[in-house]
């Protein structure tokens, strides 16, 4: 099965054609960074505007390197949320018109699906990764999201916990703006953050009354302003390199302790991380390590379908079109609607 893919949901124009699921055939990526750097973050408006203009050369561009043409694509999927939503209509728009003009299925993918997918992907001639069994838990980790999941199959997925305040990505890119570092802050902070000593400040772990596996980074993110204020005025050299490092621990740290309490709590022993965060590699690291010492493995995708791109989303698209095929809809699974996306909501 091939699939042509579309995403559009934040600051990426991308399209990718994936066949069975797992090869990448192509998968082009237009970045706006350079659009959204000076402004410190994400403007939703300068985004949808981009996308208008880069999504047909980029969708050209994704059926070339690919050497398909539209009788080889057997479905077009595209992400239907969340994200912005003027982004996210401009991917929608054209996947619902080439669909129609050539008369291809359309499969709309929920964008965490397409993330927790990623990790089955790899090139032509490459092997195939083994991947995670079913069930197993997942850590969604990027700027707009931090959660965590049961994935019982590739389109059974309850939520565990999620972030109760901002997502890890936006804390990273959050201090990295209040340090003057520039967008987007985690790749920043990271690379800043070497050689520093990250028990130079003593930034606690969140817990919640309820003993729930919720994450919060907002208290972190206060911590890092009362830390930089209490210096007089923003750290440099050392003082810089051992905040980052502090901030990047305490990070770290959480994401890896609700994630090692989620494993037990469930009982599997593999654990997927996407999401762009998921290219950090304190965490992978420490993460690796944790479940490591608890006999689980962790399974990280590469980098370049860590963070948004289309080839996670027509893998995905591909994984629940065979899952429907398998099994037939049962119109009882709530969790399923009628094209076999998440029923999440955006
Ligand atoms: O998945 P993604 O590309 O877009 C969203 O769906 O949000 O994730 C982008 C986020 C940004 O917040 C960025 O700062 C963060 O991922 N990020 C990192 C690293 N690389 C990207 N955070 C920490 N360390 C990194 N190396
Ligand atoms: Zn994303």
């Known amino acids: 099965?091939?699939?042509?893919?579309?995403?559009?949901?934040?600051?990426?124009?991308?399209?990718?054609?994936?066949?069975?699921?797992?090869?990448?055939?192509?998968?082009?990526?237009?970045?706006q960074i350079d659009v959204h750097r000076k402004y410190g973050g994400v403007v939703p408006e300068l985004a949808s505007r981009n996308h208008v203009v880069d999504i047909v050369p980029v969708v050209r561009e994704a059926l070339a390197m690919a050497e398909s043409t539209w009788a080889d694509v057997d479905a077009i999927a595209?992400?239907?949320?969340?994200?912005?939503?003027?982004?996210?209509?401009?991917?929608?728009?054209?996947?619902?018109?080439?669909?129609?003009?050539?008369?291809?299925?359309?499969?709309?993918?929920?964008?965490?699906?397409?993330?927790?997918?990623?990790?089955?992907?790899?090139?032509?001639?490459?092997?195939?990764?083994?991947?995670?069994?079913?069930?197993?838990?997942?850590?969604?980790?990027?700027?707009?999201?931090?959660?965590?999941?049961?994935?019982?199959?590739?389109?059974?997925?309850?939520?565990?916990?999620?972030?109760?305040?901002?997502?890890?990505?936006?804390?990273?890119?959050?201090?990295?703006?209040?340090?003057?570092?520039?967008?987007?802050?985690?790749?920043?902070?990271?690379?800043?953050?070497?050689?520093?000593?990250?028990?130079?400040?003593?930034?606690?772990l969140p817990r919640f009354k309820d003993g729930g596996l919720d994450f919060s980074f907002s208290g972190l993110k206060t911590a890092v302003l009362t830390a930089i204020q209490r210096h007089g005025a923003l750290p440099q050299g050392q003082d810089l390199t051992d905040l980052l490092a502090s901030f990047q621990a305490a990070a770290v740290a959480q994401l890896v302790d609700r994630t090692v309490a989620a494993v037990t709590e469930h009982g599997v022993r593999d654990v997927v991380l996407a999401g762009g965060v998921a290219c950090n590699t304190a965490l992978r690291e420490a993460l690796g390590e944790a479940l490591g010492a608890r006999g689980a493995s962790l399974h990280v995708p590469r980098p370049r379908w860590c963070t948004d791109n289309a080839a996670m989303?027509?893998?995905?698209?591909?994984?629940?079109?065979?899952?429907?095929?398998?099994?037939?809809?049962?119109?009882?699974?709530?969790?399923?609607?009628?094209?076999?996306?998440?029923?999440?909501?955006p």
């Open 1 to 31: 099965m091939r699939v042509l893919a579309i995403e559009t949901s934040c600051d990426e124009t991308a399209a990718a054609v994936v066949d069975d699921g797992h090869r990448v055939l192509s998968d082009p990526v237009a970045t």
């Open 78 to 204: 595209v992400t239907r949320g969340p994200g912005l939503v003027g982004a996210l209509l401009v991917g929608l728009q054209v996947a619902k018109s080439l669909a129609y003009a050539h008369d291809k299925p359309l499969v709309p993918v929920h964008h965490l699906a397409g993330h927790l997918h990623a990790v089955f992907l790899h090139r032509p001639g490459e092997p195939r990764p083994a991947g995670p069994a079913y069930p197993h838990v997942a850590l969604a980790v990027s700027g707009g999201h931090t959660a965590l999941y049961r994935v019982e199959d590739a389109a059974r997925v309850s939520q565990i916990a999620n972030t109760r305040d901002d997502a890890a990505g936006e804390a990273f890119d959050k201090v990295a703006r209040m340090l003057g570092l520039g967008y987007p802050g985690g790749p920043v902070v990271e690379r800043m953050a070497r050689g520093g000593d990250p028990t130079a400040h003593g930034f606690t």
């Open 313 to 345: 989303i027509a893998g995905a698209a591909a994984a629940l079109a065979a899952k429907r095929a398998g099994r037939g809809h049962d119109p009882a699974d709530r969790r399923v609607n009628a094209v076999g996306a998440w029923q999440l909501s």
